[in-house]
């Protein structure tokens, strides 16, 4: 598959509402790799493989895995509190879904989780914890969860300007908030992007990692609807876009409870997206 410089326009609901997880552990330090070429499957926390940029140094992008390298899937799950949304949280919204954690524990299924540094700032403790779980990998998700294109899905955007800073500061928080390896993925808010902004983040190392699969968690009220999405879109090597905040994806939980267990009857075994960008490098 080879990067395309578009502007995403998934139907999904993926408004400035939407959020993350959770539970406790350690903590570390978190920074993006420099830019390389692709490595090799077998990643590791000092070198996760990444996929060499595009024409002219631009970042890559990654949508999903090979067809033909056996039945495997990615589940992805974003974090995406945005800048503003601390009155919120201080009033009791739930920005986190440590049910849903529990769950994906309980079923031993390793999981990316493209966290926010504003997430991060809300539940350090949390945050924490998932960098610290072997069977999670955290990358970054931007600092603010602000759009960096016009017109996505109704959130404020990033000035151009701004755009490497969110990202920097992502990590900073992260970091800060104890995550030990912070990937170098990044997921654009709203998977929204053009080639203003993969240029304008070029150099920093990042590979941004998209979607193939749309599981319409945002907001959804019928769990089995969501698992039948999820189901009738998986592929080899696919990987599906969920959230883990139970305030705005309230049936996620019990969507992925059903989700596993089938997908694995069907033959799939499920992977971080490292894993998967690590053996698409040399069938791109």
Request: proline residues 8%.
């Amino acid at each position: 598959m080879t990067p395309r410089l578009r502007h995403i326009t998934t139907v999904c609901a993926l408004g400035a509402a939407l959020a993350a997880c959770g539970t406790a552990d350690p903590a570390g330090g978190a920074r993006p790799a420099p830019a390389k070429s692709p490595v090799s499957a077998s990643p590791s926390a000092s070198h996760p493989p990444v996929l060499a940029p595009g024409p002219g140094g631009l970042t890559p992008v990654f949508e999903h895995g090979p067809r033909t390298q056996g039945k495997t899937v990615a589940l992805t799950f974003d974090a995406d509190m945005t800048s503003d949304e601390g009155p919120r949280a201080a009033a009791g919204e739930h920005f986190d879904n440590p049910d849903l954690i529990g769950a994906l524990r309980a079923l031993k299924v390793p999981a990316t989780i493209f966290m926010t540094g504003r997430w991060a700032d809300e539940y350090p403790t949390e945050a924490r914890s998932l960098g610290h779980d072997p069977l999670f990998e955290v990358a970054n998700h931007s600092y603010s969860h602000y759009a960096f294109t016009g017109d996505c899905y109704g959130l404020p955007t990033v000035g151009a300007g701004n755009m490497r800073t969110d990202v920097q500061r992502a990590y900073a928080s992260l970091r800060q908030a104890g995550v030990p390896h912070a990937l170098p993925y990044f997921r654009f808010p709203g998977g929204c992007y053009d080639k203003r902004a993969l240029r304008t983040l070029s150099g920093l190392g990042v590979t941004a990692v998209q979607w193939d699969v749309v599981s319409g968690d945002a907001f959804a009220t019928d769990a089995d609807a969501v698992t039948q999405q999820v189901l009738d879109g998986v592929k080899p090597g696919s990987v599906v876009v969920m959230h883990c905040t139970h305030s705005a994806a309230p049936t996620t939980e019990q969507a992925v409870r059903a989700i596993v267990p089938e997908l694995r009857r069907r033959g799939y075994r499920f992977v971080k997206v490292s894993e998967l960008i690590g053996v698409s490098s040399g069938h791109r």
